[in-house]
């Protein structure tokens, strides 16, 4: 067996599963989620009627790097996004197509980390616990940055030492964050380009989340932007991810993509090529009619807003809750210990929440997820506000 395994620790909803084990509900209270970021509003309808226009091409093996057209309407959107000017993205070397990206961002890390070597991978701290198990796997040492409140909960990259740096392979990043919401600006992405090319390391952005935003002039800005913006056309160093489980509700059709410098995509390709991940051909024209209309995001967004607005408006008398910069996540601070926080609101109020401790390690003295819960306002408007009542409840018992 791969020894590395053994190094792999449970995964928060596996730890969230013990926690709650022996507790009993109130019966007459109805089950409430907000622990998985799952998207539950309704897939679009031209993205249903693509499917069943194309369920003939079921007979079809795909191809590893995708059909033209959707690689050609993937930099489509990236550009018009972005702003990144016509032609900066060259569909046929710098896109590929992934059946999520959860698997393709694992994979990366097998990519390009030398197992032989002493590769550390660099990762934000609360994470997605997929960074980590990727970097494991690898043979990598994960390495982290905490993300707090006293910074905003964006990465503080100069207080990274010289021999991380030295060490670094890989770096993952999240913006908008997960679980905080946070976006990174422009002027810091643009200095981590910078250590990445002296330092030789790649970036590998994770931008699922966005899409969800609140102010329809302030898009959150991504990484190939930033290397746009300081002369890096080929964006050496740089890859991104995004995926159509959250920007349009399509958590099931496994469908993302991964963009930016071409020789690393070609290595990427290479791996793919024997991993055996290929998106199927209805799966694929359905993701071109989702990425070549913005009508049905915007309408994503506004359902979000109209969610914060009515949360925030029945917790903030009770307990000091704020709107993220972007995503669906509310990164609650809580007045005792998050995971008795999660417990004793799922005792009391039937209502699950997942402990934010369970997302962070022990770094640098610290566990940056301790005292937070994370909250996905995913469910329908009304089972939101119910939520939040019953919340606020348990709080004033507290």
């Known amino acids: 067996m791969n020894p590395h395994l053994d190094q792999l620790q ?69 550009q018009q996004r972005f702003a990144l000017g016509a032609d900066a993205i060259d569909a046929d070397s710098q896109v590929l197509p992934v059946t999520g990206t959860r698997e393709a961002l694992f994979a990366l890390a097998q990519t390009v980390v030398d197992p032989d070597g002493n590769d550390s991978v660099l990762m934000p701290n609360p994470f997605y616990q997929i960074y980590e198990g990727a970097a494991l796997l690898a043979g990598a040492t994960p390495q982290f940055y905490n993300t707090t409140a006293d910074n905003g909960y964006v990465p503080d990259f100069d207080a990274i030492d010289e021999a991380s740096w030295q060490r670094c392979k890989l770096l993952y990043l999240c913006t908008p964050g997960n679980p905080t919401g946070a976006v990174i600006d422009q002027a810091q992405l643009m200095a981590l380009i910078d250590k990445a090319q002296r330092y030789d390391f790649i970036i590998a952005s994770d931008e699922c ?38 920007r349009s509700n399509l958590p099931g059709l496994r ?59 029945i917790l903030q008398p009770v307990i000091a809750a ?69 919340i606020r409840t348990f709080i004033q018992t507290l």
């Open 322 to 390: 704020k709107k993220p910069d972007a995503g669906f996540y509310l990164w609650l601070n809580t007045p005792i210990d998050d995971a008795e926080f999660a417990r004793g609101l799922f005792v009391s109020q039937h209502v699950t929440v997942l402990p934010g401790s369970y997302l962070s390690r022990e770094h640098d003295g610290i566990n940056p997820g301790s005292g937070h819960v994370r909250m996905a306002l995913v469910a329908p408007l009304e089972a939101c506000i119910e939520a939040a009542h019953r």
């Open 255 to 313: 469908s993302g993509f991964v963009a930016g410098d071409a020789e690393v995509l070609k290595r990427f390709l290479l791996y793919r090529t024997y991993h055996g991940c290929a998106m199927p051909p209805v799966h694929q024209h359905a993701s071109i009619a989702a990425w070549r209309d913005e009508a049905h995001v915007r309408d994503n967004r506004e359902l979000y807003r109209q969610k914060f607005d009515a949360v925030l408006d």
């Open 209 to 246: 989340y966005s899409e969800i935003y609140f102010d329809e002039s302030r898009p959150p800005p991504g990484l190939l932007q930033a290397a746009r913006a300081c002369g890096n056309d080929a964006f050496a160093h740089c890859v991104v991810f995004h995926s159509l489980s959250k």
């Open 10 to 78: 449970p995964y928060p909803f596996e730890k969230l599963a013990a926690l709650k084990q022996g507790c009993t509900p109130p019966v007459d209270l109805s089950p409430i989620a907000l622990s998985i970021g799952e998207p539950k509003h309704d897939a679009p309808a031209l993205v249903l009627q693509a499917i069943r226009q194309q369920l003939d091409q079921i007979n079809h093996y795909p191809l590893t790097r995708g059909m033209p057209e959707l690689r050609q309407a993937i930099a489509d959107w990236l």
